[in-house]
């Protein structure tokens, strides 16, 4: 049975300091992985979606990373600032089943 | 372009109603999905459906029903409501069945007194 651990639960930083969130899962059977932002009470916001065989996607301030063999993918926020708090969840897609979720890390910027 | 939409946002119910939630996909997804997330934990899988058919069923009593209907929208329905069924529950859409890139809506938080 495929789990997802997001380590840590809660982090708190300065603004601007460059900051990593880690996912790890226990089945390297995936076909893709995707981070999501959730802000307090709201919906999923898709961040970013890294195929299998990919081993890295970009976009802006973010960067996320894929190691299937390992089990492991980090979510890289550059520069971070006030409006980055929220709490990043990560999912893995094993292809013919659902989406298996993490319970998330809790991410405040602190100005 | 819409993105999901659910409704209705918030609602209250008491113990042994039914509750009804909606929720219309991204033009063009013809994939849906039901998930629960309590606070404090991920989302938890309850159902997918595909093309009008159920695809997927997670770990949940028959209390929870869905159906799609021929426009891809998506009603979840949830009876004999418990104190235990308080939660946001969210719709996901995707264009391909299950390998697809998800899109949530915003959620419907049910609060059970």
């Known amino acids: 049975k495929q789990e997802v651990t997001q380590i840590p639960a809660a982090l708190s930083v300065p603004e601007g300091e460059n900051l990593v969130l880690n996912c790890s899962f226990t089945?390297?059977?995936?076909?893709?992985l995707q981070w999501f932002r959730q802000d307090p009470g709201k919906g999923l916001t898709s961040l970013l979606l890294?195929?299998?065989?990919?081993r890295e996607q970009t976009s802006g301030r973010l960067n996320a990373s894929l190691d299937k063999s390992s089990g492991r993918s980090t979510l890289y926020i550059a520069a971070s600032q006030p409006g980055d708090s929220a709490t990043y969840l990560c999912?893995?897609?094993?292809?013919?089943?659902?989406?298996?979720f993490g319970k998330g890390t809790r991410l405040s910027v602190i100005a | 372009d819409a993105g999901v939409t659910q409704s209705p946002t918030h609602l209250i119910k008491t113990r042994g109603q039914h509750v009804t939630l909606r929720c219309s996909p991204i033009?063009?997804?013809?994939?849906v999905s039901w998930y629960q997330q309590v606070l404090g934990q991920g989302p938890q899988f309850i159902f997918q459906?595909?093309?009008?058919?159920?695809?997927g069923r997670g770990n949940f009593p028959d209390r929870f029903s869905a159906r799609q209907f021929p426009n891809y929208s998506s009603e979840l329905n949830v009876n004999a409501l418990l104190l235990g069924d308080s939660a946001l529950y969210l719709c996901?859409?995707?264009?391909?069945?299950?390998?697809?890139?998800?899109?949530f809506g915003e959620g419907s938080r049910l609060t059970v007194l």
């Open positions: 996901a859409s995707s264009l391909r069945d299950s390998i697809g890139e998800l899109f």
């Open positions: 459906y595909y093309e009008k058919e159920e695809r």
């Open positions: 089945d390297s059977a995936i076909y893709n």
């Open positions: 999912a893995v897609n094993p292809g013919n089943t659902p989406l298996v």
């Open positions: 033009s063009g997804h013809k994939s």
């Open positions: 890294i195929q299998s065989s990919q």
